[in-house]
């Protein structure tokens, strides 16, 4: 099935009649099906030579159901670079040389990316290879071992940053049954246990590699190639998988939670407030208000902001997050005080802007500013091909297409200030706070 | 690469003595980019005050104009998503933005007052400060040990000199620094001769004038040049350990080397660091031998020209040019147990590097890949201003043909002589932050074996190879050993 989305594009940008609302994702693209599930959208850009190619499979740290397995989505990804047999690691770096590409990957609660940025001239062969390691992986027990350490060293050079710590303390004391509870590294535990799991890992690689799963996404300078032909010489055969991960559900929480961090050095203290928030959705206006709520309320723009890192100075980073997520996820506030001694008088602020929105109507000049912002962020953001095709992946990861970006949008765009009152009646109470705090083992 | 041929205009007419630069990359996008560049940086912050460039732009870039107070600039900025974002690097400082066309006249307005008519605001000033010092203890010292490691090698390797101090400066002359003195640096560092103007995008032609008239207030005269020498060879390998309580052990080494872009020898350089440790690219010598084959850490890497916040992005970012460049290996955090083997490893490869150079095939393979890669540094329109910019402070063609082309008339020969001329792994600096440095130290001055045990087989030329690794002499002095306390870094 092929859908031919008509979308308004000269020479890469947005222009749209007078008077038609504009579309937020501006450019037009070719989603297309194919029979084993995988879906291929083709984005073809006015940026010059440059191909992006992004292939997201919905695959994250939320898939890792069994205990004592926390981190193998991660583990996937760095074991997608082990290579195959037609393609063993050395040769599959060397073509990536010769190709002059940029090739990388990352992995999410949600999601697993992997994306590669290279000259139109080589899109068949950069297919070709990745269509192999997505079907034929291989790797040996001692390779597998070795790459186990790999990611022990990822945790090792993150875990000097209080940040990283806190948010592990964060999703372990926010959630008792769902996988949101781990983050993607995953607990240290597991992590240090993994070298003695490469059939487990075999097991996850082969439940989620699975066309189904996957998105591929091709933008650039591809106006004249045959992405769909390419795609299906190399992907079509891949065959479906029929896994289906039991997802734990999180019961309601009986909050509210706290927890505090001791960090071993000197460094500033961090006070967080987490509320749960809402699964992603275009449908319903959840996930757009509590976005809207996260800029009026602790933006640069926000009283709150201006009020402690502006004016009194107690508070240098203030910051909110409300990450789109598969299931119901964290709405958190971070703020990193200057003074420990200031702790509770920012937590108390924090509270006190969570509860304004519960009483009070936002002026409508303000919420008109926010989605200005929103709007004008996400065009700023397309300006070449890559970002292009990052900015749609974690969109693909969650819905597949790019229109959740035109719902999503529009639905901010409808948004009122009754509606982010009520979404803050609903959202931010109490049985479902978490506070986490960290200290230094002294002040600075 | 580009809609339109590239232009450089230099803009200096009789009626118009002060020499702004232009360097325009027109198109019919609908956003509009900007990337200010003056001529000034950390190497002209005074002797006794380091960080006042920094804290300078940051009054630009984050403080108030004589009309508008921060907030009000925010307020303004923000419903247009703009950000003003600045960088201070040793010879540029670099003022950049993108906007929609929509919003231009009210963007250039504000962006306009904020460069050419700062408030100089107390609460700014008290506020951006403690942010410097922040970012110095928390930051920097704090949180990130790899970056760390890294300044602080830049540090100890210019000691002494110019570029011998954190672009943010030390947190006691911040603490004692005034609003007087960023005033004083703005008025004698930001002139029409150190200024270069970079716009791309689809703005109208009539904003070159515009910006000609506008940024012509500004005093014409030459800026103060700070004394200029090369940095000092250290004699044997200087070894600085920096104690911290961390889980892992971050490793920064290298020596300063005369290459730079337009340096006759730099493309061969280029190529032979892309071939031994390409930046967080799997195909790099290093990256084999020390994560692909034997598991020790998340990467490890190569470079000839500063490139700060690599953890964070894989790119560089532009207008860092500078006169002296060093060669340095990043070593990411390994575990404390394979510290010493890490460090004799890195410094093997090096040897066997400068001692085996570079093969035909893989000259060919690093060549292929840097001609295409270089293509990918330039993918957007700010990205491609600031690379032409550096190109202009450097005497060179658009680096995307400078890269191509030179890299067309080389031979392995050359790479491999440059391999020979310039990498080696004696006088050098090291830097480590550790917890248990006393231990560490003892370890590389002793040179006992440092064994690996591995938790899978390996092949028998790794474990032939790792004999020789594990035995591998350090050659440091034990007067040449350091260790201090990270409370006393930068301050």
């Given at each position: 099935?092929?859908?031919?989305?008509?979308?308004?594009?000269?020479?890469?940008?947005?222009?749209?009649?007078?008077?038609?609302?504009?579309?937020?994702?501006?450019?037009?693209?070719?989603?297309?099906?194919?029979?084993?599930?995988?879906?291929?959208?083709?984005?073809?850009?006015?940026?010059?030579?440059?191909?992006?190619?992004?292939?997201?499979?919905?695959?994250?740290?939320?898939?890792?159901?069994?205990?004592?397995?926390?981190?193998?989505?991660?583990?996937?990804?760095?074991?997608?670079?082990?290579?195959?047999?037609?393609?063993?690691?050395?040769?599959?770096?060397?073509?990536?040389?010769?190709?002059?590409?940029?090739?990388?990957?990352?992995?999410?609660?949600?999601?697993?990316?992997?994306?590669?940025?290279?000259?139109?001239?080589?899109?068949?062969?950069?297919?070709?290879?990745?269509?192999?390691?997505?079907?034929?992986?291989?790797?040996?027990?001692?390779?597998?071992?070795?790459?186990?350490?790999?990611?022990?060293?990822?945790?090792?050079?993150?875990?000097?940053?209080?940040?990283?710590?806190?948010?592990?303390?964060?999703?372990?004391?926010?959630?008792?049954?769902?996988?949101?509870?781990?983050?993607?590294?995953?607990?240290?535990?597991?992590?240090?246990?993994?070298?003695?799991?490469?059939?487990?890992?075999?097991?996850?690689?082969?439940?989620?590699?699975?066309?189904?799963?996957?998105?591929?996404?091709?933008?650039?300078?591809?106006?004249k190639l045959d992405v769909k032909g390419l795609v299906e010489k190399y992907w079509a055969d891949w065959p479906r998988g029929d896994f289906r991960a039991s997802i734990p559900q999180e019961p309601p929480s009986h909050g509210p939670r706290v927890n505090e961090v001791r960090w071993p050095t000197g460094?500033?203290?961090?006070?967080?407030?987490?509320?749960?928030?809402?699964?992603?959705?275009?449908?319903?206006?959840?996930?757009?208000?509590?976005d809207l709520i996260s800029f009026l309320g602790f933006s640069e723009t926000s009283d709150l902001y201006q009020k402690l890192v502006i004016q009194e100075q107690k508070v240098d980073v203030l910051v909110a997050d409300n990450p789109d997520r598969l299931d119901p996820y964290l709405f958190t506030v971070w703020a990193r005080v200057k003074r420990p001694e200031d702790m509770d008088y920012v937590k108390g602020q924090i509270l006190g802007v969570f509860d304004k929105f519960r009483r009070v109507l936002v002026p409508a000049e303000r919420l008109e500013a926010v989605k200005s912002h929103l709007r004008y962020r996400f065009l700023l953001s397309l300006d070449n091909s890559e970002s292009i095709a990052a900015n749609l992946a974690p969109y693909v990861a969650l819905r597949r297409t790019p229109e959740t970006i035109n719902r999503l949008y529009e639905m901010y765009s409808q948004i009122t200030a009754e509606d982010l009152r009520s979404m803050a009646i609903k959202y931010f109470v109490e049985s479902g706070r978490t506070i986490v705090t960290l200290k230094g083992a002294k002040s600075q | 690469m580009k809609f339109f041929l590239a232009a450089i205009l230099m803009i200096a007419s009789a009626n118009l003595p002060a020499q702004i630069q232009f360097v325009t990359r027109p198109s019919r996008s609908p956003l509009v980019s900007f990337r200010i560049v003056f001529l000034t940086g950390a190497a002209h912050d005074p002797i006794d005050k380091p960080g006042v460039a920094s804290l300078t732009a940051a009054m630009l870039s984050q403080g108030g104009t004589r009309q508008m107070t921060y907030k009000q600039i925010v307020d303004a900025l923000f419903p247009m998503a703009v950000s003003v974002t600045s960088q201070v690097d040793k010879e540029m400082t670099v003022f950049s933005a993108t906007t929609h066309i929509d919003n231009l006249e009210t963007f250039y307005r504000l962006f306009r007052a904020m460069l050419l008519e700062p408030g100089w605001r107390g609460e700014d000033f008290e506020r951006l400060r403690d942010e410097a010092i922040n970012y110095l203890r928390v930051n920097l010292r704090g949180n990130n040990d790899e970056e760390l490691g890294k300044e602080a090698l830049y540090n100890q390797i210019y000691s002494g000199h110019p570029y011998g101090h954190n672009n943010v400066g030390t947190v006691s002359a911040l603490q004692k620094m005034t609003i007087a003195d960023v005033r004083a640096f703005y008025r004698d560092h930001y002139t029409q001769d150190g200024l270069i103007i970079g716009i791309g995008g689809g703005y109208p032609p009539r904003l070159l004038e515009r910006m000609k008239e506008?940024?012509?207030?500004?005093?014409?005269?030459?800026?103060?040049?700070?004394?200029?020498?090369?940095?000092?060879?250290?004699?044997?390998?200087?070894?600085?350990?920096?104690?911290?309580?961390?889980?892992?052990?971050?490793?920064?080494?290298?020596?300063?080397?005369?290459?730079?872009?337009?340096?006759?020898?730099?493309?061969?350089?280029?190529?032979?660091?892309?071939?031994?440790?390409?930046?967080r690219m799997s195909g790099g010598v290093l990256y084999e031998q020390m994560r692909q084959l034997r598991g020790l850490n998340y990467g490890d890497y190569a470079y000839i020209e500063y490139f700060p916040r690599g953890m964070f992005q894989f790119e560089p970012d532009p207008n860092l040019a500078r006169r002296s460049q060093i060669f340095q290996i990043w070593i990411r955090p390994v575990e404390p147990s394979t510290a010493h083997f890490a460090l004799r490893l890195a410094l093997y490869e090096l040897d066997k590097f400068i001692r085996q150079g570079i093969s035909e095939g893989e000259f060919e393979r690093s060549r292929a890949f840097l001609s295409k890669y270089v293509n990918l540094l330039i993918k957007t329109k700010s990205a491609e201003l600031g690379y032409a910019i550096d190109s202009l402070y450097y005497g060179i063609p658009d680096y995307d043909t400078y890269i191509r082309e030179s890299l067309s008339k080389l031979r392995a020969e050359d790479v491999n002589r440059v391999i020979r001329k310039y990498l080696r792994t004696t006088d050098l600096d090291i830097v480590i932050v550790a917890k248990d440095c006393e231990g560490l130290k003892r370890q590389i001055l002793e040179g006992a074996p440092s064994p690996m045990t591995y938790n899978s087989p390996k092949p028998k030329e790794v474990m032939e190879e790792d004999k020789i690794v594990d035995r591998w002499k350090i050659d440091v002095k034990p007067e040449n050993v350091h260790i201090v306390s990270v409370d006393t870094v930068f301050e």
């Open positions: 099935m092929t859908l031919g989305i008509a979308g308004l594009l000269l020479c890469g940008l947005a222009i749209s009649a007078p008077g038609a609302v504009p579309r937020a994702f501006p450019f037009a693209y070719e989603q297309h099906d194919f029979p084993n599930g995988l879906r291929l959208l083709t984005i073809p850009d006015d940026y010059p030579n440059v191909v992006a190619l992004y292939i997201v499979v919905q695959a994250g740290s939320r898939n890792e159901v069994e205990p004592g397995r926390s981190g193998y989505a991660h583990l996937s990804e760095h074991l997608m670079f082990r290579g195959t047999k037609a393609y063993p690691p050395q040769k599959y770096e060397s073509i990536l040389q010769a190709a002059g590409a940029s090739s990388n990957a990352y992995t999410t609660d949600d999601f697993t990316a992997y994306h590669t940025t290279f000259s139109k001239e080589d899109l068949e062969l950069i297919l070709r290879m990745e269509a192999d390691r997505f079907r034929n992986l291989h790797y040996s027990l001692e390779d597998f071992r070795t790459e186990a350490l790999a990611v022990l060293g990822e945790y090792n050079k993150n875990s000097a940053d209080p940040m990283e710590k806190l948010e592990e303390v964060i999703r372990d004391t926010a959630f008792d049954r769902h996988t949101y509870k781990h983050t993607t590294m995953g607990f240290l535990k597991d992590v240090q246990d993994m070298p003695n799991h490469y059939d487990y890992s075999l097991l996850f690689f082969k439940r989620y590699y699975r066309p189904e799963r996957t998105t591929i996404i091709v933008a650039g300078d591809v106006a460094t500033l203290p961090w006070v967080t407030v987490s509320f749960r928030g809402a699964a992603y959705s275009d449908q319903h206006k959840d996930t757009a208000a509590l | 506008d940024f012509g207030v500004l005093p014409q005269k030459a800026r103060p040049e700070p004394g200029w020498y090369e940095p000092k060879l250290h004699r044997g390998i200087q070894l600085t350990m920096i104690r911290k309580d961390t889980r892992a052990v971050a490793i920064s080494l290298g020596f300063p080397i005369p290459v730079r872009r337009g340096h006759p020898d730099y493309p061969a350089l280029l190529l032979a660091q892309s071939y031994f440790g390409q930046h």
